[in-house]
């Protein structure tokens, strides 16, 4: 054999050395970073209750190696496909030791299918599917029983009371010193040969406040028609002017002195609050109301019209459910109406069964809605029932 031939042998016999022992060096498999994350579980998805449909809910297991202290994982990322879609798409993201997603604004006519994965770091695990499931809407908000609970309380109050009422059961309403007053004030206004001045608020009709204090004004027109005396109705509203017309026009119908009505008795005065104040200012300076009624909605032009009457010497009665307008009424005026005393005034004044109903179940609601207030207090301050009443009242 020649030396070349020697070397060349010599050379494979190295070679085949060498990849031996390359071979039997023991070599570290490269894995995914998906094998070091342990993937959340059981995922599940319904439609979120209680809401008007567009929303599911995912709810899952977390991953066993997301543990109690924060920071374990970085969170859950969240994907989402239609049966159109031919790939997930990334929608949010969690946090760890969170367990629920909600995903909103959806379509009630789609299917959607979800998936999750764990995140740590710049490492997944694997995706954990759900089934296909559609939002609805929900007719029954189960979450609003308590509100159920009320509502049928404070009907079947109502509705009692309305029965009693029309079984002509007489029901007691507290006399109101104002109401009871009216007839005196007119009365005065009669012996002394002056008008009657009644201002109902000025606010539209659509004001509740105004409905009030119109249905007032049907009371004190019945009692001007029987003592023939001036009536005198400024009113703001072109609405509510028609509104008071038509009931000062029919009360003095139904007191049987229809030749004494006058349309001018309504006035249409101005469209603006204090140019309204200072026209009903000059009306009570120039034609001396012996009394004054303002019943309904009052702002800052109460003390300005109530120091006015008082100025010229008029019995004055007021009314309305604003009660930062309440000081100065009761400052400047006879009698004042305060709050709910001026809604109570309609069923107060007519005796109809159907509002005298009304206003004691209203009443009997209020009773058992304090009731439950101090019941509630009590068991929170020692600890009684388990929290029932917030449960009831505020989680709900």
């Known amino acids: 054999m020649s030396s070349a031939q020697r070397a060349k042998y010599s050379y494979i016999l190295l070679f085949s050395i060498c990849s031996l022992i390359i071979s039997l060096i023991p070599i570290q498999a490269q894995t ?17 209750p ?20 924060i920071g374990d994982m970085d969170g859950y990322q969240i994907f989402r496909a239609t049966r159109a879609d031919t790939a997930l798409k990334l929608i949010g993201q969690v946090g760890d030791n ?30 954990v599917y759900s089934i296909f499931a559609f939002p609805k809407v929900n007719w029954f908000r189960t979450n609003r ?45 009669t012996e002394m040969g002056k008008p009657v001045l009644f201002v109902p608020g000025i606010d539209e009709l659509d004001e509740i406040q105004t409905i009030a204090g119109l249905s007032i004004l049907g ?11 001036p009536l005198v109705v400024p009113v703001l509203y072109p609405m509510a002017l028609a509104a008071a017309g038509e009931i000062v026009k029919g009360a003095y119908s139904e007191s049987g002195k229809p030749e004494s009505y006058k349309p001018e008795m309504t006035r249409y005065v101005a469209g603006e609050q204090f ?20 019943a309904g909605a009052f702002y800052a032009e109460s003390l300005l019209l109530a120091e006015t009457g008082f100025a010229t010497g008029a019995i004055q009665i007021a009314g309305t459910a604003n009660p930062e307008q309440l000081p100065f009424f009761i400052a400047a005026c006879d009698y004042t109406l305060m709050g709910e005393e001026l809604y109570a005034a309609s069923a107060y004044l007519s005796k109809e069964p159907l509002l005298l109903g009304s206003l004691k179940g209203q009443d009997l609601v209020k009773l058992f809605l304090v009731g439950c207030i101090i019941m509630g207090v009590i068991f929170e301050i ?14 709900q």
């Open 50 to 69: 209680n809401d008007g449909g567009g929303s599911l809910t995912l709810t899952w297991e977390l991953s066993p190696m997301d543990g109690k202290q």
């Open 382 to 395: 020692f600890q009684i029932g388990n929290g029932f009443f917030t449960r009831l009242f505020l989680e």
């Open 219 to 229: 009371r004190v027109a019945r009692i001007t028609a029987q003592y023939e005396t």
């Open 32 to 48: 995914h970073p998906q094998d070091n994350i342990t993937p959340p579980f059981d995922l599940k998805v319904k439609d979120t």
């Open 145 to 189: 029983i308590n509100l159920l609970v009320l509502l049928l309380i404070f009907s079947s109050s109502v509705l009692l009371y309305i029965r009693s009422a029309k079984s002509g059961k007489g029901l007691f309403i507290r006399k109101l010193a104002g109401l009871e007053a009216v007839e005196e004030a007119v009365g005065r206004a």
């Open 275 to 294: 140019a309204f104040v200072a026209a009903v200012n000059g009306i009570m300076l120039r034609e001396k109301p012996a009394a004054c009624i303002y």
């Open 98 to 127: 969170t367990a629920t997603f909600t995903d909103i604004g959806l379509d009630n006519k789609e299917e959607y299918v979800y998936a999750i994965r764990a995140k740590k770091d710049s490492s997944y695990s694997g995706m």
